[in-house]
Antibody, heavy 120, light 107 residues
Framework: QITLKESGPTLVKPTQTLTLTCTFS??????????VGWIRQPPGKALQWLAL???????RYSPSLRSRLTITKDTSQNQVVLTMTNMDPVDTATYYCAHGHYDLGRFDYWGQGTLVTVSS | DIQMTQSPSSLSASIGDRVTITCRAS??????LNWYQQTSGKAPKLLIYAASSLQSGVPSRFSGSGYGTDFTLTISSLQPEDFATYFC?????????FGQGTKVEIK
């Protein structure tokens, strides 16, 4: 059974760095073809793909946010960490992590999401 | 980035209706197209991948079709639990962009 859960601060101040951790079970990020991605959703708005890391440490980023994002994995701890620098109120959103496939690129298991509010 | 455009943005339908949602890509994405369902306050759920493959556990009233730039999600007979927002997503080229969503409401 695959599960994922996001953790991190619920409130950050403008200009601060956000660090989110995705802790998962039921699969290994050392298995060929497997990836973990981050997707966010501002309140009432559409999903926005942020970043993705694959089993071989291949990393992909949203070009519009590339300068602010870093994604890393700790295979032994079954965790993926996303950092986003220079947070702004427009970054207020629910942040999801999800299990992905290199082949055909689908996200088939999602965490429950964590709401991050950016406010002074 | 590849732009994904869904239509309509919202629709009203009755139980038992056949519902069709369209997604258009700004360039060819072959069949690298996925559909997700999101009910209020919940995480998205994968319904269809590779344009027409039904995800395990998803009811057969959901189906997908299309190739290249134009894709369709069809619900053959709308059920109460299907009132939700639906998103398409391309996974042909990074970043794997999403459409803006289609909200299916009760008529």
């Amino acid at each position: 059974q695959i599960t994922l859960k996001e953790s991190g601060p619920t409130l950050v101040k403008p200009t601060q760095t956000l660090t989110l951790t995705c802790t998962f079970s039921g699969f290994s990020l050392s298995t060929s073809g497997v990836g973990v991605g981050w997707i966010r959703q501002p309140p009432g708005k559409a999903l926005q793909w942020l970043a993705l890391i694959f089993w071989d440490d291949d990393k992909r980023y949203s070009p519009s946010l590339r300068s602010r994002l870093t994604i890393t994995k700790d295979t032994s701890q079954n965790q993926v960490v996303l950092t986003m620098t220079n947070m702004d109120p427009v970054d207020t959103a629910t942040y999801y992590c999800a299990h992905g496939h290199y082949d055909l690129g689908r996200f088939d298991y999602w965490g429950q999401g964590t709401l991050v509010t950016v406010s002074s | 980035d590849i732009q994904m455009t869904q239509s309509p943005s919202s629709l009203s339908a009755s139980i038992g209706d056949r519902v069709t949602i369209t997604c258009r890509a700004s360039q060819s994405i072959i069949n690298y197209l996925n559909w997700y369902q999101q009910t209020s306050g919940k995480a998205p759920k994968l319904l269809i991948y590779a344009a027409s493959s039904l995800q395990s556990g998803v009811p057969s009233r959901f189906s997908g079709s299309g190739y290249g730039t134009d894709f369709t999600l069809t619900i053959s007979s709308l059920q109460p639990e299907d009132f939700a927002t639906y998103f398409c997503q391309q996974s042909y080229i990074s970043p794997w962009t999403f459409g803006q969503g289609t909200k299916v409401e009760i008529k």
